[in-house]
């Protein structure tokens, strides 16, 4: 997409850049309509061209040249500049792709028979301040370093430290510790009057055998009756 942009028509139909034009001479004002349009092209991605009229400029200054990626075209000697922005127009191929910026109604005229989008000065300043107003904060959201990246200087520094770091096997963090072995404790029984004490240590072995010696006999006599 191709902007033509009548230049000095442009700066005089935008109270906020007559205003400075009354305060400073005509080419402080012009400088700052480029770095603008500079700023807007590289978002918008688009060509710009300005267009001033040569017959109001230093005659030093080249007819056509490239300043921060704007074409800027100074009319010829005798020739104005709506005469050559006509004439841009008329050799455009694809006419739905160039648009014109200008107020002047002579132009826009011409440029309707061409087929050329016309965009008022004020509303074309308007998108210029928002575009590059969204671009603006969208870049103070995030850290300057997260936008440029680190220095070439600091990338080398730590690729360096990086690469002498040596090389040594990964120690556990926690130190190993003897578990202390924990003595159980004989569990006490308790000897009261009415629970015997075989109940807990068993039956003494005399009396086993004294037990013993008595179901045998038991049994024999049972057998002989």
């Known amino acids: 997409m191709l902007i033509i942009i009548d230049g000095y028509n442009f700066i005089f139909t935008v109270p906020e850049l007559e205003r400075h034009v009354k305060v ?17 092209k590289e978002e918008k991605h688009c060509n710009v061209t ?7 400029t230093e005659a030093s200054l080249p007819k056509k040249q490239t300043y921060m990626g704007i074409t800027v075209i100074y009319s010829k000697s005798g020739i104005s500049a709506d005469t050559e922005i006509k004439n841009i127009t008329s050799l455009c191929q694809n006419p739905r792709d160039v648009s014109i910026v200008t107020y002047d109604n ?3 005229r011409h440029v309707k028979k061409c087929g050329c989008p016309i965009i008022e000065p004020k509303a ?4 210029i301040l928002e575009v590059l107003d969204k671009d603006k904060k969208n870049k103070s959201d995030e850290p300057e370093g997260k936008r440029n990246g680190p220095s070439e200087k600091d990338a080398k520094y730590w690729k360096d430290v990086f690469k002498n770091l040596p090389v040594e096997e990964q120690k556990p963090c926690m130190k190993k510790t003897d578990i202390p072995l924990v003595k159980k404790e004989k569990k006490e029984t308790s000897d009261t009057v009415d629970e015997p004490g075989y109940k807990y240590q068993g039956t003494p072995s005399d009396e086993t055998q004294y037990w013993v ?13």
Do not use: C, W
Not at 24 to 40: A, F, G, T
Not at 124 to 127: D, H, I, N, P, T
Not at 213 to 225: A, G, I, L, M, S
């Open 50 to 56: 300005l267009v001033f009229d040569g017959n109001y």
């Open 124 to 127: 074309m300043y308007k998108e």
């Open 213 to 225: 010696r008595v179901f045998t006999e038991t049994k024999k006599n049972e057998h002989q009756d």
């Open 24 to 40: 400073n001479h005509i080419e402080p004002v012009r400088d700052h309509v480029i770095s603008l349009l500079s700023k807007y």
């Open 106 to 108: 002579d132009i826009k």
